[in-house]
Structures are given as C-alpha cells and as structure tokens.
C-alpha cells in the first residue's frame, strides 16, 4: 500500500495480520445494504471487530483495551476504509476517539459500565456535539444541566449525531452554570440512551454519501445526568473535547485515505484495460500523470498522518494538546482533500462507468465529502495552521514601521539602502547618475 515505506517492521506485521480480518468482515451485500440505508448501523461488522481486539486500539489494558497505539488505530481505520466504507470506518473510529476520552477521563463505573462494553463491540456510542446553533464554533452550544436535587436534568438538542438510533450512550457536551465566558462553563456527560427523555426529532440519512450510519436530530427532552456520569472535571470539558477532536482527525482521515487508494488502483486497473485511440488509457499520459499526481499526493497524506500518529503516541501520559493540534490539523486537512480529490479522478479516469455503482468509486467520492465538513470543516483545519503561523512566524524582526514605507528600506533586509532623495523627472543628469551606480553592470541581459 502507499505510506508503507514509512512504516516501521512491527508496524507492517500488525497491519498485514489485520488486513484479511477486516476484509474477511465486508460483503457486496453490505456494502450496498449500509449504501441503500437498509441497515441502520454497521453494528455487526462493530461487534465482530471488538472480538478481534480491533476497535480503540489506543486504549490500555489496564482500562480495559487492546493496550496498542494510535498508529495502529489509524491503520485499522485504513483498512476498514480500504475494504468497506466511510461509515463502517467511521463507527470504529467512534471507539478510538470517546474511548481515549472515557480512559482517560472516565470514572472506573464507566469504564465498566461503557468503556469497555464499546471497546468489546456490544455497545455501540455516539457522540453529541454539534446543534443547530453551534458546528463549527462549539462555544455556542446551548444545551444545558440543571440541578434537579438528585443530579440534573439536560436540556437541549443535537443534530447529525451518528449512530444515535443504535447507540446504547451518548458522550455529550453540555453546558453547567452561568459563566460569561463560552468555554468556561463546559461538561462533558455520558447518557445512557434508554433514558425516556432521549428522543430522535428526525431520522438524518438522506445523506449525500456517508449512509446507513443510522445518524439523527436528537432532543434532550429532562434526561437524567447522574454525578457519576460526568467525565472529567464539571466546568473544565473544553479541553477534553478539543483532545478528543485531535484524536478523532487523525485516526478519520486514515479512513478517507485507505477509501482513496482502493478507488485510485480501480482506477488504475481500468485505465490499464480499457482501450481508446489504439491504446491502453493508461498509456495516454493525461491519463497516467492524472493517476500519478494523485497517487503522490495520498503518499504525502499517509506521511502526515504517521506522523500525527506517532506524534500522540509519544503523549506517553501526559494530556494530549496543543502541541498536537497543529500536526492533526494538517494530517486532516491535506488528507481529506487529497482523498476526494483522488476519487474525483478515479470517476474521471473511468468515464461513464465510473460514474454507475458497478464501481464503488463513485460512492467513495460521495463518503469522503463529508470528511471535508466533519470532524472540524477543512475550513477550521486551515484557522487553527493559520492561527499557528501568526504565533509561530510572526516576529519582530520584520520591520512593520516599513510595511507601506519601502522606499525608506526594506522590512526583511536590514539595512538595505533606502531610495535616495526625490528628484524631478526633467532632471536626466540625475537619473543616469542613479543608474549607473544601481547597475553598473547593466541589466544582465545584454
Ligand atoms: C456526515 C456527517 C456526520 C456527522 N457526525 C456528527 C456526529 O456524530 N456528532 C456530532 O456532534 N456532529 C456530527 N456532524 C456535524 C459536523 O461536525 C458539523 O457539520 C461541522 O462541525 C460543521 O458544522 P455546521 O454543519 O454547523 O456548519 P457551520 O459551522 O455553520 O459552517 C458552515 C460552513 O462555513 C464554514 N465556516 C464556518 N466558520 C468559518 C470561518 N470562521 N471561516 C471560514 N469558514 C467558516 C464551515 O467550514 C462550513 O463550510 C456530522 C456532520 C456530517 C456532515
């Protein structure tokens, strides 16, 4: 596969000996039923996965997981990608993201209670972040704990919560008290989705690709939020979301880029086959330079991805941040473009067949769309490298009292001469003067 010559020994073992075992999981049938929303959830593949050891592979065994990596994660999500679809890839992820949160964050009563059930593949989660007031900017979030003497009660609503009409939980974010500051008032809940204030407004799989993910609008309507379903510290969650974000990116685009490949040696497979103007389609180098390009840029993709991956697994303990973020963001950003744009071309190189569902590669570029928007939008990807870039790169050597004044000297070169003094154009005594000493060589040209 590509990216594998980055991989270390044990790292290429472990991906081989998962890959047969993922593949071994996905049939047509599935593939079409979860296409066709006749499946409201992968739950099956998500329960055959947690016996073989394969779902939150970050989480450690003496909290009840695999006791692996994040890069092996990663690596299951590529093939779960590869072999099957966004969604199914996307329902393991699940697994990776809320339980490095439960791990790390959780109480034991729950991880006994749903940590480990979800690691196992018997209990499938969900994850309530956005609604109708907040996506992007998760600060604005409205839902809200109030204290009923036993606990609280939550009120609110979540929209496009995958997984929500199977999931036995729900990890949620909530509101707690009255503080000024948007971030400062933030919890993290664990709900327990038999609560008979858990409500689906509206069944959400009318969805352009990324179906039979049994996703929906949800409404909290009094549901009960027991003290010892809070994770980590009431008041303080902001953080924890924005760890679990980090982690989310990294394994989901993984995803996206195993999808990729599948459909670029499809691709590439057709191209070999199919005849046009005498000749292979691949030999005509529109053709095969269009593969190539997109090959090259999901190899720097996977790269960054590793990277990101390896780069949380040296967390050794400690908590996972900023220092993370900005390598997450960009394994997520390049490899969620770099995947739809590689299925785009995979349609294009095909042609009209590319276009029906004898290929899945049409479906491929529907499922990995909405990892450009998910997850934090590519849009949010490029503020939070922009906003590394102005930390990082802005300095005070650049000499902002000349930005606008250059004639006065340049901002990067220190020193550079300063225009002399004006003259008036008539004054052609001068400006011959001037220039024989700027160019005493002349232009370079003659
Ligand atoms: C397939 C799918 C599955 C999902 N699953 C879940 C789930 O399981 N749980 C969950 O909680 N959420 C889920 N979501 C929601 C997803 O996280 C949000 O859709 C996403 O965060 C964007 O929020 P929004 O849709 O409200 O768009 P908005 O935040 O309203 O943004 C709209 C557009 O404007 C852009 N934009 C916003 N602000 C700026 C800015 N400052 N500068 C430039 N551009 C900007 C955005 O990038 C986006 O393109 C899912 C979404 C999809 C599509």
């Avoid at 593949?45 to 997981?65: A, C, D, S, Y």
């Avoid at 070999?272 to 390009?293: I, K």
């Avoid at 960009?330 to 095909?350: H, M, N």
Wanted: charged content about 25%.
């Amino acid at each position: 596969m590509l990216g594998d010559l980055d991989l270390f020994l044990p790292e290429k073992t472990f991906r081989a000996s998962c890959d047969n075992a993922v593949e071994s999981l996905v049939t047509p049938a599935l593939l079409q039923a979860l296409d066709r929303n006749e499946v409201a959830y992968p739950d099956d593949f998500i329960r055959q996965m947690g016996e073989r050891g394969l779902l939150g592979r970050n989480v450690p065994k003496e909290n009840g997981g695999p006791g692996g990596t994040f890069l092996e994660d990663a690596m299951v999500s590529e093939l779960t990608g590869y072999h099957g679809t966004a969604t199914m890839a996307c329902a393991r992820t699940f697994t990776a993201h809320i339980g490095y949160v439960l791990s790390r964050y959780g109480s034991k009563t729950i991880q006994e209670r749903f940590l480990q059930p979800m690691l196992a593949g018997t209990m499938i989660a969900c994850q309530g972040m956005t609604e109708p007031g907040a996506g992007s900017d998760l600060s604005r979030i409205e839902s809200r704990l109030v204290p009923d003497g036993l606990g609280w009660r939550l009120r609110g609503q979540k929209r496009f919560v995958d997984g929500a009409q199977t999931a036995g939980f729900m990890l949620a974010a909530a509101r707690l008290g009255e503080s000024t500051d948007p971030r400062r008032d933030f919890v993290a809940v664990v709900i327990d989705t038999r609560d008979p204030g858990f409500i689906i407004r509206e069944v959400q799989n009318d969805w352009h690709g990324f179906r039979g993910m049994g996703s929906a609008w949800v409404e909290f309507r009094d549901v009960h939020v027991d003290p010892e379903n809070v994770v980590g510290v009431p008041g303080q969650a902001w953080t924890l979301f924005m760890e679990e974000l980090i982690v989310e990116r990294v394994v989901m685009a993984r995803a996206q880029l195993g999808q990729a490949e599948r459909a670029l040696r499809i691709a590439t497979n057709y191209a070999q086959h199919r005849n046009t103007f005498d000749r292979p389609l691949f030999d005509h180098e529109a053709v095969s330079f269009r593969l190539a390009h997109a090959a090259a840029q999901l190899d720097a993709a996977y790269l960054l991805d590793n990277r990101a991956a390896r780069l949380l697994d040296q967390h050794s303990g400690d908590t996972i941040g900023r220092n993370h973020e900005l390598e997450a963001a960009i394994a997520k950003y390049v490899g969620t473009e770099a995947a739809w744009q590689a299925a785009d071309d995979a349609i294009q190189v095909i042609g009209g067949m590319g276009y029906t569902t004898k290929y899945p590669v049409e479906r491929i570029q529907r499922d990995t769309r909405a990892a450009r928007i998910t997850g934090g939008s590519s849009e949010m990807m490029q503020l939070i490298i922009a906003r590394h870039l102005k930390k990082e790169w802005v300095d005070a050597t650049f000499r902002e009292d000349l930005v606008g004044h250059e004639v006065d000297g340049s901002p990067v070169f220190n020193g550079w001469n300063p225009a002399p003094e004006g003259f008036h154009p008539t004054d052609k005594q001068r400006l011959w003067t001037i220039q024989a000493v700027e160019s005493p060589r002349g232009s370079g040209n003659d």
